[in-house]
């Protein structure tokens, strides 16, 4: 059974640091592209970052040089460790896993939310 589990949410202060993990299980992980999307009230979910097997990585415009994610092959998590967090950056922040490798599949996390207020 495919698992994604996203941790490390919470409410943070403007300026404020967070670090995020995605713990998959019930895939072969180094067949995957990683990403971490969000969602705000009201706003399409959005592609905040994406990292593959080789650590490639891509970031939206918006969190470029304030987020960095990174993947643990040996733990089989993905990270998302973000810095100088905006009260725009607030949304729920989804793992996902994108097969690219033997076939196609798609797997998504519940989700965990973020919240930056003062």
């Known amino acids: 059974q495919v698992q994604l589990v996203e941790s490390g949410g919470g409410l943070v202060q403007p300026g404020g640091s967070l670090r995020l993990s995605c713990a998959a299980s019930?895939?072969?992980?180094?067949?995957?592209?990683m990403n971490w999307y969000r969602q705000a009230p009201g706003k399409q979910r959005e592609l905040v970052a994406a990292?593959?097997?080789?650590?490639?990585?891509n970031y939206a415009d918006s969190v470029k040089g304030r987020f960095t994610i990174s993947r643990d092959s040996k733990k089989n998590t993905v990270y998302l460790q973000m810095t100088s967090l905006k009260p725009e950056d607030t949304a729920a922040y989804f793992c996902?896993?994108?097969?690219?490798?033997?076939?196609?599949?798609?797997?998504w996390g519940q989700g965990t939310q973020v919240t930056v207020s003062s």
């Open positions: 996902n896993a994108k097969k690219v490798w033997g076939g196609w599949a798609d797997y």
């Open positions: 019930g895939i072969r992980f180094c067949d995957y592209v």
């Open positions: 990292v593959t097997s080789s650590d490639t990585t």
